[in-house]
Each structure stands twice: as C-alpha cells, then as structure tokens.
C-alpha cells in the first residue's frame, strides 16, 4: 500500500500507475476524502485544545461560582461537538484506508505495460560464453523465474547456474 503522504506530494505518478495498471480507483476522490480527514481531524483537535483550556479556566475560577458553572456548560457544549464530529471522522478514516487499499504501487519505468499476462515480455537469452547448452543470440527463450532451473539443467558444468539479471534483463552464467 502507498503511503499516503507520497499521494499527495505525486498525485500525477499515482495516477499515471493507475492509468496503466488498468486500475478504475480514483485518485482525485481518495485525495478528496483525505483532504476532508485533514480538515475534520484539524477542527476536532482544535476542540480538545479550547476544552483543556476551559478545564484550566475552571480551576483558574477558584470560588466564582457563576464563572465555573458558565465555562462548565461552555465545555459540555465543547465535549458535544466533539462527540458528533468523531463519527464521521471515524467513518472518512475508514473510507480513506479502504481506497487505499486500492491505489496499485507505482511500476519501474522499464516495466512493459500491458492489460494481462499475454502481454508479458518474453526475454531472449544473451549468454557472453559458450559455457551452457544455450547458446547466445539463439532463438531459446527464457521467462522470467525459469531461467535458473534451465540453466542448472543445461550447464556442462554442473557447478555454475544460470541467472537472471533484473536490471539488465539478460540472463548469464555464474560460478
């Protein structure tokens, strides 16, 4: 799952994953729904701070009666609003975290794009040696996640395997 902060800072980047991910979520309402979080946490806390500062007025009042009794239905009023909003603060939270559940990680630029897995690279053997039964420019042809089972079983010598290079996307023989 994105983190979203990163949404926020690269909503065009999301975006464009989505786009070719094929993925339906949209990331202008998941960025309007976190902005509503934002604002409702924001006026909520701002709540719980004037109520300790009324609790402080309170005890600050000392004997004056008539003053408690105002900053007491002052703070209940307070306690009240916090009391509404946190439902629905609660509610847009869980809505946030489900969309997010959504957002498809962004993919490495190299990364082929397709719809499903038919459109998956196929990737051609590249060896620099004669030293497996591949051999290099051949029309043999290595998927990813095979190409070490093929190059322990093809190598004349048993000891050295057949990997696969991710960055350079070639495979290769090693010791």
């Known amino acids: 799952m994105l983190d979203i902060a990163f949404i926020r800072n690269h ?5 464009e994953a989505a786009r070719v991910k094929y993925n339906p979520t949209d990331i202008d309402y ?7 979080v934002l604002e409702l946490q924001r006026r909520v806390e701002d709540a719980r ?9 309170i005890r600050a009042a000392g004997k004056d009666r008539a ?7 002052e703070g209940k009023l307070l306690a009240g609003q916090i009391k ?4 629905l603060l609660h509610e847009l939270e869980e809505t946030r975290r489900q969309l997010l559940y959504l957002v498809p990680n962004v993919p490495d630029p190299s990364s082929p794009i397709g719809k499903d897995e038919s459109d998956n690279v196929r990737i051609l053997c590249n060896l620099a040696d004669q030293q497996c039964g591949i051999v290099k420019g051949s029309p043999d042809v290595l998927e990813r996640g095979v190409a070490s089972r093929i190059g322990k079983n093809n190598c004349r010598n048993r000891q050295k395997l ?3 290079n991710t ?3 070639k495979c290769h023989c090693s010791a």
């Open 162 to 164: 057949l990997t696969f």
């Open 11 to 15: 909503p065009d980047i999301v975006k």
């Open 167 to 169: 960055s350079t996307e």
């Open 30 to 36: 998941l960025l309007e729904v976190d902005r509503q």
């Open 67 to 73: 003053r408690r009794e105002a900053l007491i239905a």
């Open 84 to 87: 509404a909003m946190e439902p």
């Open 49 to 57: 701070a004037e109520q300790n500062k009324i609790s402080n007025r």
